[in-house]
Nanobody, 126 residues
């Protein structure tokens, strides 16, 4: 059974970079045709696709976040990491990692990915 677990700081200061790591157990991030994805949900808003790294290591980003986003992976640890630079209070959200079988829409639903982490709250504030 594949499980995902997000880790990272709960509080980040404005203009700093946010780093979140997703640790995957029960399955490999290099398994064929898997799309390892970051999604976030701000208070009172819909889910928002942030970006994806595929099993082949190809990355895709939400165009609105592309200039500030970077996703990398460590296959030896079975982890993938989101870096979001120059954060602002608008980036305050619950961040989820998930496994999907393709690229998600910009405003996905829970049904668009088959395995989700529990999510981690990130607050951007001084």
């Amino acid at each position: 059974q594949v499980q995902l677990h997000e880790s990272g700081p709960g509080l980040v200061q404005p203009s700093q970079a946010l780093f979140l790591t997703c640790t995957v157990s029960g399955g490999s991030i290099t398994a064929a045709s898997t799309y390892w994805t970051w999604i976030r949900q701000a208070p009172g808003k819909d889910l928002e696709w942030v970006g994806t790294i595929t099993s082949a290591g190809v990355t895709y980003y939400n165009p609105s976040l592309k200039s500030r986003s970077s996703i990398s992976r460590d296959t030896s640890k079975n982890q993938f990491t989101l870096r979001l630079s120059s954060v602002a209070p608008i980036d305050t959200a619950k961040y989820y990692c998930a496994r999907a079988s393709g690229i998600l829409p910009l405003t996905p639903t829970r049904d668009d990915a088959d395995v989700w982490g529990q999510g981690t709250q990130v607050t951007v504030s001084s």
